[in-house]
């Protein structure tokens, strides 16, 4: 108490270091009214981060290394 939430334009870093630091693994997502707009879990949270690394790596290979590698 209080609830703590998100608003749809946070930053998904600092979501992610909110869940750590407080222990959660979901975190509602309000909107400035104070309506419950959804909810972030923490696999939400590492399906994206797992899809940026993918990316990151896909970007650094060289165009034919990449034909290799499925996404």
Known sequence: SPIQAITPDT????AHSLMQKE?????????RAGN???IV????I?????QK???F???ALN?????????
């Open 11 to 14: 930053n998904v870093y600092y």
């Open 53 to 55: 690394r993918k990316e």
């Open 23 to 31: 222990g959660f693994k979901k975190l509602p997502v309000m909107d």
């Open 46 to 50: 590492n399906n994206y981060f797992t």
């Open 63 to 71: 165009k034919s290394a990449r034909s290799q590698y499925p996404i």
């Open 41 to 44: 879990t923490q696999t939400d």
């Open 36 to 38: 419950l707009m959804g």
């Open 57 to 59: 790596v896909m970007n």
